[in-house]
């Protein structure tokens, strides 16, 4: 089993800055993909940004340009730096990663247990 931690989260004004870390643990072998997520109140979870193991990023058109993903494959810690932050990004974010634990097994996700950003002034 592999687990994630988060960390980072909390209360901003517009226009702030909040930076989001998220540690894999576990039976690890190796990580692949490892991403940010986002569920607001009566919204759908959605993807943030994305990260693979070659350092090849992908984000959602509303944070391009103000949120910044970045890994530490050494510590199997993924990064979300978030800039510019606007009220609409109030949401809880949670940490996802695909990983195997074992050579020539299917990777499987694995989810953190989410943290709260709120920007309002």
């Known amino acids: 089993q592999v687990q994630l931690v988060e960390s980072g989260g909390g209360l901003v004004q517009p226009g702030g800055s909040l930076r989001l870390s998220c540690a894999a643990s576990g039976s690890i072998f190796t990580i692949n993909t490892m991403g940010w997520y986002r569920q607001a109140p009566g919204k759908q979870r959605e993807l943030v940004a994305s990260i693979n193991s070659g350092g090849r990023t992908n984000y959602a058109n509303s944070v391009k340009g103000r949120f910044t993903i970045s890994r530490d494959n050494a510590k199997n810690t993924v990064y979300l730096q978030m800039n510019s932050l606007e009220p609409e990004d109030t949401a809880v974010y949670y940490c996802?990663?695909?990983?195997?634990?074992?050579?020539?097994?299917?990777?499987?996700?694995?989810w953190g247990q989410g943290t709260q950003v709120t920007v309002s002034s």
């Open positions: 996802n990663c695909n990983a195997q634990t074992r050579p020539f097994y299917i990777g499987t996700d694995y």
